[in-house]
């Protein structure tokens, strides 16, 4: 288990999937922890009830930019927090031609925005004593994944926002990275059916899907002073599905 600096850290999109095993982790490990969703979910509720005072779910759509204005203002504990782990996001899958705009715009406010503007509250707060920041983007980044287009913007988005990000701010003691994950086994990837499902299983090295756990060691490394001199990286976890 490694030992971290942060100890008040938020996690968005918390409610399942990747971001519920990096709360269970950073609980684990002592650290308190605040998430948001659109909804709280029961294991989220069963995970607060193990870790009595530690767990705090706020419910936010970031998808709604007069919302997570609200949040930012209506919050100020933002300025306390000592990390940030920006997990929440929607896929959208689809040729760019078959998807209605409604669905690429929320994907961009949801992946991108909202992150933008939770990042700059909390930096604000960071400047005095530092922080850390770690962004999950995705593979979907680098590599070309057939209806993943915007997706892939945002995602590409989000690495080059904290790539900058770590030049603009390492000086104040505020790292950033990115982790790249591969295909994951979450409710993101249900829509795979069983053909394309194998396609990747086959196309990855360590022949499988990830799982949240095999995710959540490197944000903890990141977020831990073992990552003291790590700042701007991408950090690809992908069972080599990229390679
Ligand atoms: P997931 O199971 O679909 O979970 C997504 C999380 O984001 C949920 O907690 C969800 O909460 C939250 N979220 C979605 N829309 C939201 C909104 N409008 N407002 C607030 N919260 C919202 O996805 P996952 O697989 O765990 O993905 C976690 C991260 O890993 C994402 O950044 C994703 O891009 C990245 N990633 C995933 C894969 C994959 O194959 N799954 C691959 C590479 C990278 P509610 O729905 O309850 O609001």
């Known amino acids: 288990m490694s030992q971290t600096t942060s100890s008040r850290i938020l996690v968005t999109g918390g409610s399942r999937g990747l971001g519920l095993a990096i709360c269970t982790r950073l609980l684990t490990e002592g650290q308190e922890v605040f998430t948001l969703a659109r909804s709280i979910s029961a294991e989220v509720q069963k995970l607060a009830a193990s870790f009595p005072g530690r767990l705090h779910f706020h419910p936010v759509d970031l998808a709604d930019r007069e919302a997570v204005d609200g949040y930012v203002k209506q919050h100020p504990w933002l300025m306390d927090l000592d990390g940030l782990v920006a997990n929440a996001a929607l896929g959208t899958d689809g040729l ?14 949801v992946n991108l925005t909202s992150t933008v503007v939770l990042t700059k509250t909390i930096l604000k707060g960071m400047l005095q004593r530092g922080g850390n920041l770690v962004f999950i983007s995705s593979i979907a980044a680098k590599t070309a994944l057939k209806g993943l287009s915007v997706y892939s913007a945002t995602k590409a988005g989000l690495a080059a926002f904290c790539r900058t990000i770590a030049k603009e701010y390492g000086e104040r003691g505020i790292r950033a990275n990115c982790i790249l994950p591969g295909f994951l086994d979450t409710e993101m990837s249900h829509g795979l059916n069983d053909h394309q499902r194998q396609q990747i299983i086959r196309r990855t090295a360590l022949r499988r899907l990830g799982e949240g756990d095999d995710i959540c060691g490197v944000v903890s490394f990141l977020l831990s002073p073992a990552a003291r001199f790590i700042t701007g990286a991408e950090i690809v976890v992908d069972g080599g599905f990229s390679i």
């Open 96 to 109: 760019l031609l078959m998807t209605p705009d409604a669905a690429l715009r929320k994907c961009i406010e």
